[in-house]
């Protein structure tokens, strides 16, 4: 068992504060980095929680994110939200655009944002779960460096692209699913690596493009797309939603592009809003899904994506959030002691 | 081998056609249905072509489908477009709605098409190609009558649910993919038991919810989603977009729903449509696409979705296509010799 201190949620988000504007952030950048941070916490989801806080800080440390930026927002087409994150991490770019992509989705029936030009280090649960919680449905997608193979092919060109969705509940937080279009998370495989235990099939490759189970091998080669050309499929289109249509990189220039710091790479974002009130149908819509949601949770052995996380969030608000000792004193000290 | 005879695509046309308006639908609605199945047999798509007439007639037969309906278009909101098939093929209704989904989607940078009371038996990727050939990305779900158990449930409760996807090239046929949320094709599986094959591991369990490699079990129990849990909340995704916010039936009340005359089922569509050129990054993302696609390419042992499909449109164009001599006898029969 690792060590383990339990802080308040407070203390999580004061910690993430200092420790970037120590390095060069602006209170609002660290503010909004140090919210999902948090909810991270909150929710029990420790590989985007303070985790994530040395690689932010190297990313300042390398100046390759601009820890003052300030996004700006523009609307170049009536259901179109565009950001431009100015090179600073996406909490704060996110914060600008959820409230207008909200705005015109309302009023119009669906509606996209576009993140351009920022560094995304975070899961992508907490920006559609913002957008269900608005009463809309909500979509967002983002590329990365490329660590998986695609279909057929042996060499790492996408990123793990992750695809994340949520739907508005009327009693509780929404429905909510975010998952890596890899085989398995990335961090997950580190931690096979560290500990010497096997990985599953169909997880990866080696260096010589033949399946393997040795993480070390599979570290070296690439990544396998989930469930295989079907999987490899949504993580091309993922590509194209948030490189082609969003404008910025695809996973693989992202690759090319320096330095390697460890910290967040550079992308862009893409999401969509849905309001389901505006499809002539009335608002039955919401009951209606709640009695999909009731016939499913009735079939045995089902629990509806986001339940496990949801559990967490009650418990960490009044009990604070298990760290790991090591990297709470690595975080201490990076936020000045 | 299959006795197969080789006939123009014309013909594949015309018998469609007749088969229909010889059982009620109208000339409208018959030669939508028509175009859907002629393009099918044209790209080599066996199971959504002639294969479908028999269960297109015994829908018109049970009295199911309304072969006269007429569909008419709505706009409940700017960046919406609503068709009711009024409880007709979904062709037809595909055929009012695109345009204006592609209208609304250039004007306001994205848009979606709701399609309900409908009946739909083809694949996804003609109306996604359509979408894309105008110059813009596609993506298109539906859902179905229940086949497919939920992650950790044990009886079928999704249908088997497609997503498909198309983006626009610079020269030739768009990308596009159309896969069904189930590990493996429903048909697919009824061959192997038609056969005798045992399904590869992963496709289903039986009735008494454990796995099975018998295809028999697996007809009786329940088809598993591709890749896991990971699939299954893209069957998840599947059925809120097409059942809540599209505001027509989810798979299980569909399920439900008689007559049983092997037709295709009651359900809705929901489609987005996005403007790429609305983003405010000018025209270069189709040459970024491009590059994007060159460099996937260029992968040993890639093949872009859609490729085969594709290849084989030219050949079929010139030789019409090779139908099971069994299936035109039938299909003759149906359309009155």
Redesign the interface.
């Given at each position: 068992m690792t060590d383990r201190e339990t802080i308040p949620l407070e203390e999580v988000d004061a910690l993430v504060r200092r420790a970037l504007t120590k390095h060069g952030a602006s209170s609002a950048q660290a503010a909004a980095v140090a919210r999902i941070v948090t909810s991270a916490e909150r929710d029990g989801s420790e590989s985007h929680g303070l985790f994530r806080v040395p690689g932010y800080v190297a990313s300042l440390r390398s100046g390759k994110v601009d820890g003052t930026a300030t996004p700006t927002l523009?609307h170049?087409?009536?259901?179109?939200v565009?950001v431009d994150a100015a090179r600073g991490f996406a909490p704060l770019a996110l914060e600008l655009g959820l409230p207008a992509l909200v705005d015109r989705a309302r009023?119009?029936?669906?509606?996209?944002l576009?993140i351009?030009h920022c560094f995304h280090f975070a899961a992508l649960w907490p920006e559609v779960e913002q957008i269900a919680e608005a009463g809309l449905?909500g979509l967002a997608v983002t590329a990365a460096t490329p660590m998986v193979?695609?279909?057929?092919?042996?060499?790492p060109?996408y990123g793990t692209n992750p695809l994340a969705?949520a739907?508005p509940r009327m009693d509780g937080p929404p429905l909510a699913?975010d998952?890596a279009?890899a085989a398995m998370a990335r961090g997950d495989i580190m931690l096979h690596a560290r500990d010497g235990e096997p990985l599953p099939p169909g997880v990866g490759i080696g260096p010589d493009g033949a399946p393997s189970t040795d993480p070390d091998a599979v570290l070296a080669g690439a990544q396998l797309p989930?469930?295989?050309y079907?999987?490899a499929?949504?993580a091309?289109?993922v590509?194209?939603?948030a490189?082609?249509?969003?404008?910025d990189l695809?996973s693989?220039e992202a690759g090319a592009k320096g330095p390697k710091d460890g910290g967040p790479p550079e992308g862009g974002e893409f999401l969509?809003a849905?309001?389901?009130s505006?499809?002539?149908?009335g608002d039955g819509?919401q009951a209606?899904?709640e009695s999909?949601f009731s016939?499913?949770a009735d079939?045995?052995?089902?629990?509806l994506?986001g339940a496990r996380r949801h559990g967490n969030r009650g418990d960490r608000h009044a009990a604070g959030a298990p760290i790991p000792a090591s990297l709470l004193a690595e975080v201490r000290r990076l936020a000045g002691g």
């Open positions: 523009a170049p087409a009536p259901a179109v565009v009023e119009m029936g669906i509606a996209a576009a351009r449905v193979a695609p279909a057929g092919g042996t060499k060109f969705f739907f699913f998952m279009t989930f469930g295989g079907k999987g499929a949504i091309l289109m590509e194209l939603l490189g082609a249509v969003a404008g695809f693989y969509i849905i309001d389901p505006r499809f002539g149908h819509w209606r899904a999909f016939a499913l079939i045995e052995g089902t629990r994506p």
